[in-house]
């Protein structure tokens, strides 16, 4: 079965910093591309950020470059967000996301988890 369970979420004030963490279970984690999303409320989902399998090259939303990093580790299975500098207009439920392409595309998602700031 396959799981990915965000952690980290929660209240933080403009300024304020978070990391959150995506631990995966039931895939072959080091072959696949992990993405973190957002969606905003009464807004569709974008993506925010994204690492490859190897963690070699990392893209980013405009909104959100110089402020979040994301890495994995491999070894344990885990995908980060580290948001910096975090601002009212981040205030989203985030979501991690596994994706693969082979013979068989295969896609996972998260149950989300909800990052609020706010004074």
């Known amino acids: 079965q396959v799981q990915l369970v965000e952690s980290g979420g929660g209240l933080v004030q403009p300024g304020g910093s978070l990391r959150l963490s995506c631990a995966t279970s039931g895939i072959n984690f080091s072959v696949y591309t992990m993405n973190w999303y957002r969606q905003p409320p009464g807004n569709q989902r974008e993506l925010v950020a994204t690492i490859t399998s190897g963690g070699s090259t990392r893209n980013y939303a405009d909104s959100v470059k110089g402020r979040f990093t994301i890495s994995r580790d491999n070894a344990k299975n885990t995908v980060y967000l580290q948001m910096d500098s975090l601002n009212p207009e981040d205030t989203a439920v985030y979501y991690c996301?596994?994706?693969?392409?082979?013979?068989?595309?295969?896609?996972?998602w998260g149950q989300g988890t909800q990052v609020t700031v706010s004074s």
């Open positions: 996301n596994a994706a693969h392409q082979g013979p068989v595309n295969r896609l996972y």
